[in-house]
T-cell receptor, first 115, second 112 residues
Framework: GAGVSQSPRYKVAKRGQDVALRCDPISGHVSLFWYQQALGQGPEFLTYFQNEAQLDKSGLPSDRFFAERPEGSVSTLKIQRTQQEDSAVYLC?????????????FGPGTRLTVT | DAKTTQPPSMDCAEGRAANLPCNHSTISGNEYVYWYRQIHSQGPQYIIHGLKNNETNEMASLIITEDRKSSTLILPHATLRDTAVYYCIVSSFWGSNYKLTFGKGTLLTVNP
């Protein structure tokens, strides 16, 4: 069956541009997560949705980062006025249940390069 | 504030068992041990998890010591496709512990 998909797979943005990264979770999955992975590091938590509700956004590094999941399925991570330190792989994951009870399924990520 | 400690890298010969250790000496009673792996240019992939009993699935076996302060992930017959970074994570099912806190993991290189 279809897994988690993300688009675009690669994005190059000039410093100061806004970007939008899309995540299509596995159908029926209640929970959706965004992680940021810098080069050579493990993924770091950004934000968590349970259906359309954003229950935790404690990992978002600044108010330039905004995420939404308006209908409880597709999610978009938006970064405004991108800066070089935003260069990273952005990973989306979904999970069947509303807690960490079940494993998380990850997409392939979007590699963002800010020049 | 890392909850787990793993060696940065390991090597294994193709066809042999790969044994990846993880120390989690501060694990609490309601925390599970999860293992994920990340093949180059892909997202992390769930492998297995356990609480206190040993677990086995089609991918791997997880051996947890009786005091639960350490565990070992075993890939019984490693292949070249098992070359990846392996992450050991402790997390509970309760409260706000839904997020996965990754460390740097162990880079396992399977050699022909």
């Amino acid at each position: 069956g279809a897994g988690v998909s993300q688009s675009p797979r690669y994005k190059v943005a000039k410093r100061g541009q806004d970007v939008a990264l899309r995540c299509d979770p596995i159908s029926g999955h209640v929970s959706l997560f965004w992680y940021q992975q810098a080069l050579g590091q493990g993924p770091e938590f950004l934000t968590y949705f349970q259906n359309e509700a954003q229950l935790d956004k404690s990992g978002l590094p600044s108010d330039r980062f905004f995420a939404e999941r308006p209908e409880g399925s597709v999610s978009t991570l938006k970064i405004q006025r991108t800066q070089q330190e935003d260069s990273a792989v952005y990973l989306c994951a979904s999970s069947l249940a509303e807690t960490g009870r079940h494993e998380q399924y990850f997409g392939p990520g979007t590699r963002l390069t800010v020049t | 504030d890392a909850k787990t400690t793993q060696p940065p890298s390991m090597d294994c010969a193709e066809g042999r068992a790969a044994n990846l250790p993880c120390n989690h000496s501060t694990i609490s009673g309601n925390e599970y041990v999860y293992w994920y792996r990340q093949i180059h240019s892909q997202g992390p992939q769930y492998i297995i998890h356990g609480l206190k009993n040993n677990e086995t699935n089609e991918m791997a076996s997880l051996i947890i010591t009786e005091d639960r302060k350490s565990s070992t992930l075993i890939l019984p017959h490693a292949t070249l496709r098992d070359t990846a970074v392996y992450y050991c994570i402790v997390s509970s099912f309760w409260g706000s512990n839904y997020k996965l806190t990754f460390g740097k993991g162990t880079l396992l290189t399977v050699n022909p």
